[in-house]
T-cell receptor, first 112, second 113 residues
Framework: QKEVEQNSGPLSVPEGAIASLNCTYS??????FFWYRQYSGKSPELIMS????GDKEDGRFTAQLNKASQYVSLLIRDSQPSDSATYLC????????????FGTGTRLKVLA | DVKVTQSSRYLVKRTGEKVFLECVQD?????MFWYRQDPGLGLRLIYF???????EKGDIPEGYSVSREKKERFSLILESASTNQTSMYLC????????????FGPGTRLTVT
């Protein structure tokens, strides 16, 4: 059973701090990795995708991938109360397969 | 901007009714998906389509069917709605090669009474 594991939280950080969200996955053939943000009652919104080992930055967001250790993380710099949401990690084999495996998400609370 | 739309945001149906949920994407994506999301269970794949008229069962297809007559449109059908199908239903789409980013529609909150 392929799995994606996330700490459910809540992860509470003060406004302006760095929030660090982590995700581990079980399937070594996974090649594509995605972070989604989901506000309560809304659908997931894609924040970042990452395919290669290392860091990928987009504005206040940085995704980090380590395939040898099978983890992917998301850093949110200068956290804002509007970042308070559930963050979903997803992986895919990137071979045209339809199987995207989602974690159950980490709830982030940014305290003003 | 990628746009995935769903026919209804909220829907209330009675047990035994046939329910149609529609999804349309405007990015020429080959792949389209239907998920349901329930608290504590995360996203679960119901059905997937990789081309017009092509479909594959996901993890929880029982009680559901799908239709894809046009590339941009993917419909989910609940043949005879039951209370345990009360859920948030999410449609998504993606390319089948190159960029595998999956984009979601706004979701349909279905309540079966």
């Amino acid at each position: 059973q392929k799995e994606v594991e996330q700490n459910s939280g809540p992860l509470s950080v003060p406004e302006g701090a760095i929030a660090s969200l982590n995700c581990t996955y079980s399937d070594r053939v996974s090649q594509s990795f995605f972070w989604y943000r989901q506000y309560s009652g809304k659908s997931p919104e894609l924040i970042m995708s990452i395919y290669s080992n290392g860091d990928k930055e987009d504005g206040r967001f940085t995704a980090q991938l380590n395939k040898a250790s099978q983890y992917v993380s998301l850093l949110i710099r200068d956290s804002q109360p509007s970042d308070s949401a559930t963050y979903l990690c997803a992986v895919n084999e990137a071979s045209g397969t339809y199987k995207y495996i989602f974690g159950t998400g980490t709830r982030l609370k940014v305290l003003a | 901007d990628v746009k995935v739309t769903q026919s209804s945001r909220y829907l209330v149906k009675r047990t035994g009714e046939k329910v149609f949920l529609e999804c349309v994407q405007d990015m020429d994506h080959e792949n389209m998906f239907w998920y349901r999301q329930d608290p504590g269970l995360g996203l679960r794949l119901i059905y997937f389509s990789y081309d017009v008229k092509m479909k594959e069962k996901g993890d929880i297809p029982e009680g559901y069917s799908v239709s894809r007559e046009k590339k941009e449109r993917f419909s989910l059908i609940l043949e005879s709605a039951s209370t345990n199908q009360t859920s948030m239903y999410l449609c998504a789409s993606s390319f089948s090669s190159g960029n595998y980013e999956q984009y979601f529609g706004p979701g349909t909150r279905l309540t079966v009474t």
